[in-house]
């Protein structure tokens, strides 16, 4: 032994370089990918879809809905009566998912949707209480009032934020829970309806209604349609469409090259609000008939969710806003059949969005496992 | 007037509690650099398991306490490899995990049977003799024992920011992910462990607000503390003395909420419900207003780590 030791140490002059010792498992190394094929990606956002579903069908399960229960469920809500009320749902998600769409491609975070609804439903019914303008046009004006007092919602955080730097998260979320409470304030006091004495105003009369428009289709779908068509036209074709994406990209830079950032990030977010307004409206006109007290519940999150999934494109939105619309109209076969509480939407719109936003990460990123 | 005084200030370290909690929380995780929304989510789990912790095994409210921080614990992890792992944004990532958490805390408490059940719940020891003391005696010296455990977790927490090593470097990987990472830190570990913990007193708040304040759980009873306690984190500069001073403020303001109706001053009620909300965005603009908006903030607050994509 010793010799062979003493030979080695002659006749190799250098030993190459020990290899590190194995450690346990390994560990992951995470590569950028420079490219994805389309095919890879689709399967890795379905895959996650997938697995995002999955889960909330074992959530339901564990909640006392078989599987099959729900399959079933799901399947009812293409009957043509319930299609109807998907598509009178699909109204104001589309327009909820618009205004967060919009705010969100030149990075302004407008959580208070559920808020500029509030004010939208609360100005259309002013406009209803106070009989403003000829009964001829008067569900036109009752839009437009809506639109403004969403836009005068959302403009109220974006002057704080450029005035005062307060950060529009924080200011939407909070000015959310200031209209309910004046919402109420309005409910319970001056607006509450004499006839029923609930916390709700009194009925609109019918020309103050957005009507059917033939085979139960509602007139509140043309007007989300109309508002998304503009949106497109706004974000594909139109020069205020390029000015946000380098506005969302580099707002420094978009500034130093001469684009319009204030204005148009003004215009923008007013158009948000606008929208957010407008589903207010629509809500109030087409399905309640009366301002109440929860007409915007889960507004916020299913216009996030919307947006998100959408990546704020317009035309997507409205295809996402369908989709969502059947959620929520299962969910409410599922609270009144079944008792499970209709924050069960909330739950499965969160697993979704988790979902999604994880499959980015592999969308973007190769996990590679080493030893 | 004087009745009104005590009543109300006897009632601050109650309303109070639950803002420190949660903005002591929030102040651990963000310090890490993870922007942390998921504030009033995790109180509502933390509501949540409290109560009905109480409902399942008899009233023993500190172990529904302490269930309420493990759960609490338990599903920030969600939160922690959404965005420490899987890079999420940190902004997406919060939102979807406390409307997660809504959904969650709905569910259960509707199909467990929790909702609307009343517990006793945790009551408010007397220190005699400085309970008889006048006026500081009821305000200082009857409040409940979680209160009082409040001082020694500031405490514990301030020192552990700024005295020890582990906070040292808990704020390194806060500041300057990178540069922790190249000398040596797991900057995934420590803003996992900074969540996971900083969570767990989050569920604090919100068993407290179940547990000891409220004595039942209702959907959705955390009813915007925790964006609040968002705000608090920033009113506070990410310093966890600030942000108890921001919570008694808070506290305050909640607290005469009540007081006003029962004194017999007539107020609209719901306008009189806005104040805590109001009274935030007042606080935002005017530590806005001082023109010191990003002073004490984590210098990587909401960005993600990635060390291939090192720039």
Same mark, same amino acid.
């Given at each position: 032994m010793h010799d062979v030791a003493m030979i080695s140490l002659e006749s190799q002059p250098a030993p190459p370089p020990k290899r590190p010792p194995r450690r346990g498992l390994g560990r992951f190394t995470l590569d950028i990918r420079q490219t994805i094929s389309p095919w890879k990606q689709a399967g890795i956002l379905g895959g996650s879809l997938a697995i995002g579903l999955a889960i909330s069908v074992v959530i339901l399960d564990l909640a006392g809905i078989a599987p099959l229960d729900l399959a079933k469920e799901l399947a009812g809500v293409f009957n043509a009566n319930s299609l109807r009320s998907v598509l009178v749902r699909a109204a104001p998600l589309i327009l909820v998912g618009l205004g967060a769409g919009l705010a969100f491609r030149i990075g302004?975070?407008?959580?208070g949707l559920e808020g500029q609804m509030v004010f939208g439903g609360i100005f259309a019914t002013a406009v209803s209480i106070y009989n403003i303008g000829p009964e001829s046009t008067r569900i036109v004006v009752m839009g437009i009032a809506a639109s403004a007092g969403g836009i005068l919602w959302v403009l109220l955080a974006y002057w704080m934020k450029v005035r005062f730097r307060v950060n529009e998260i924080i200011s939407t979320l909070l000015m959310n829970y200031i209209a309910s409470y004046f919402l109420l304030h309005l409910l319970y006091g001056a607006w509450q309806d004499s006839k029923t004495a609930f916390p709700q105003s009194s009925q609109y009369r019918p020309f103050e209604r957005l009507s059917?428009?033939?085979?139960?289709?509602?007139?509140a779908l043309l007007v989300a349609l109309a508002v998304a068509a503009v949106a497109a036209w706004a974000v594909h074709l139109s020069r205020a469409g390029f000015y946000m994406r380098f506005i969302s990209a580099n707002a420094n830079m978009a500034k130093v090259v001469g684009v319009p950032v204030r204005t148009i990030s003004l215009v923008v977010i007013a158009a948000s609000g606008a929208a957010a307004g407008l589903a207010g409206f629509v809500n109030v006109t087409s399905q309640e008939g009366r301002l109440t007290q929860s007409f915007f519940d889960g507004y916020v999150f299913s216009g996030i969710l919307i947006a998100f999934l959408s990546r704020n494109d317009p035309i997507v939105v409205v295809i996402v806003g369908f989709l969502l619309a059947v959620l929520f109209v299962t969910g409410q076969t599922l609270q009144v059949f079944y008792q499970i509480p209709f924050t069960m939407v909330q739950l499965v719109e969160a697993i979704i969005v988790i979902a999604v936003a994880s499959s980015e990460f592999l969308i973007r990123h190769r996990v590679r496992w080493t030893r | 007037m004087q009745d009104f005084l005590i009543n109300w200030l006897a009632n601050v370290p109650g309303t109070a509690a639950p803002y420190a909690f949660a903005a002591l929380g929030l102040i651990i995780s963000e310090r890490s650099g993870v922007l942390n929304l998921t504030a009033e989510g995790l109180m509502l789990v933390g509501a949540v398991a409290g109560v009905g912790t109480c409902l399942t095994i008899g009233n023993h409210p500190l172990v529904a306490l302490v269930v309420a921080m493990l759960a609490a614990s338990i599903v920030s992890l969600l939160f922690a490899s959404l965005v420490v792992?899987?890079? &999420?944004?940190q902004v997406i990532a919060g939102l979807s995990v406390v409307f997660f958490c809504q959904g969650l805390t709905g569910l259960i408490g509707t199909l467990a049977n929790w909702q609307n059940h009343p517990i006793a719940g945790l009551n408010k020891i007397a220190i005699w003799p400085l309970s008889d003391?006048? &006026?500081?005696g009821r305000i200082l010296f009857v409040q409940d024992p979680i209160v009082y455990l409040a001082i020694p977790i500031f405490f514990a927490v301030s020192i552990f920011l700024r005295g020890s090593m582990l906070g040292l470097k808990l704020r390194a990987v806060g500041e300057n992910p990178a540069a922790a990472d190249a000398a040596g830190l797991s900057v995934s570990l420590y803003r996992i462990g900074a969540i996971v913990v900083g969570s767990s007193l989050l569920g604090l708040a919100g068993g407290y607000i179940s547990v000891v304040s409220v004595k039942l759980w209702i959907t959705g009873m955390v009813g915007g503390r925790g964006w609040i306690a968002v705000a608090l984190v920033v009113f506070a500069r990410w310093a966890p003395w600030p942000a108890l001073a921001g919570a008694l403020l808070f506290g305050c303001i909640e607290g005469v909420v009540p007081r006003i109706a029962a004194a017999g001053i007539r107020a609209p009620q719901y306008l009189v419900l806005m104040t805590p909300y109001l009274a935030t965005l007042a606080v935002m603009i005017w530590v806005g207003a001082r023109n010191r908006g990003h002073q004490g903030e984590p210098g990587a607050l909401g960005q993600p780590h990635v060390r291939e994509e090192r720039r």
């Open positions: 302004f975070w407008n959580l059917d428009i033939g085979s139960g289709v509602n007139s | 792992i899987l890079r &999420v944004n003391i006048p &006026v500081i």
